[in-house]
C-alpha cells in the first residue's frame, strides 16, 4: 500500500479563519478521499478527489466550505474555510490502491480544533 | 443504500480471552466488506476484507472474520485478546455511487482488553 502523509498533524484555529490541509502521497493514485471524524463519531465522505476534475462532494458538503484541489497524482489540499467549533474534528485523507476491490488506506489524519 | 451496523459500542474482554466484535450488513447484490482499526490519535489502518470465497477471512495481528450471508453479519474476531489490541475498530461496506467506489463506514466499537 501507498504510504499517505498529512500535514498538518494537528492545529488549533481560531473561528472565521481558513485551513489547507495536505496530503501526499509516495506513489501515484487515480483516486484520493477525505474523510471527516467529528469527536466521538465514525467517518464520513466529504469528497472524491480525482485528478484533472472537479472533486466529487457528497451530500452535505459544499465547495464553498472544503475546497479541494488535486494538482497531480500524488497529492491533494482540502481546505476548511470560516471555520466554527463544529468543524473540529480529525479529517483524513485517503487513496485506493490499483486492486480496486474497495479498501482504502488512510493517512494519519489532521485533528483540528477550532476555538 | 448500502450500510452496516455495529449494535455496540464497547466490548470488554480480558486478556488472553477470544474476542468479537460484531457487524452487520445491508447490501443489494453481493457485499464488499472491510474491517479498520484505528488507535488513539492515529488513522485507520485496514485489517481485513471480504470479497469472495472463503467465508472465513484472516488478516492482520491475528485478527480474522466470519462472513454469514444468512445473518447477514460479519464480525471481528481473534482467538486471544491483548492488551495492544485495545483500540477502536469499523466495519464497513463497498458502495458504488455516481460511477465509483466509496466505503460507508459504521458507528465504531471502542474494544477494550483488560489485564
Known amino acids: 500500500s501507498a504510504v499517505i502523509s498529512q500535514k498538518p498533524s494537528r492545529d488549533i484555529c481560531q473561528r472565521g479563519t481558513s485551513l489547507t490541509i495536505q496530503c501526499q502521497v509516495d506513489?501515484?493514485?487515480?483516486?484520493m478521499f477525505w474523510y471527516r471524524q467529528q469527536p466521538g463519531q465514525s467517518l464520513t465522505l466529504i469528497a472524491t478527489?480525482?485528478?484533472?476534475?472537479?472533486?466529487?462532494?457528497e451530500s452535505g458538503f459544499v465547495i464553498d466550505k472544503f475546497p479541494i484541489s488535486r494538482p497531480n497524482l500524488t497529492f491533494s489540499t482540502l481546505t476548511v474555510s470560516n471555520m466554527s467549533p463544529e468543524d473540529s474534528s480529525i479529517y483524513l485523507c485517503?487513496?485506493?490502491?490499483?486492486?480496486?476491490?474497495?479498501?482504502?488506506?488512510f493517512g494519519e489524519g489532521s485533528r483540528l480544533t477550532v476555538l | 443504500a448500502q450500510s452496516v451496523a455495529q449494535p455496540e459500542d464497547q466490548v470488554n474482554v480480558a486478556e488472553g480471552n477470544p474476542l468479537t466484535v460484531k457487524c452487520t450488513y445491508s447490501?443489494?447484490?453481493?457485499?464488499?466488506l472491510f474491517w479498520y482499526v484505528q488507535y488513539p490519535n492515529r488513522g485507520l489502518q485496514f485489517l481485513l476484507k471480504?470479497?469472495?470465497?472463503?467465508?472465513l477471512v484472516k488478516g492482520s495481528y491475528g485478527f480474522e472474520a466470519e462472513f454469514n450471508k444468512s445473518q447477514t453479519s460479519f464480525h471481528l474476531k481473534k482467538p486471544s485478546a491483548l492488551v495492544s489490541d485495545s483500540a477502536l475498530y469499523f466495519c464497513?461496506?463497498?458502495?458504488?455511487?455516481?460511477?465509483?467506489?466509496?466505503?460507508?463506514f459504521g458507528a465504531g466499537t471502542r474494544l477494550a482488553v483488560h489485564p
Open positions: 485517503s487513496d485506493r490502491p490499483a486492486s480496486n476491490t474497495g479498501e482504502l488506506f
Open positions: 506513489s501515484q493514485v487515480t483516486m
Open positions: 478527489a480525482n485528478q484533472g476534475s472537479e472533486a466529487t462532494y
Open positions: 447490501v443489494s447484490g453481493n457485499p464488499y
Open positions: 471480504y470479497i469472495t470465497g472463503d467465508n
Open positions: 464497513a461496506v463497498r458502495e458504488n455511487s455516481g460511477g465509483y467506489n466509496k466505503l460507508i
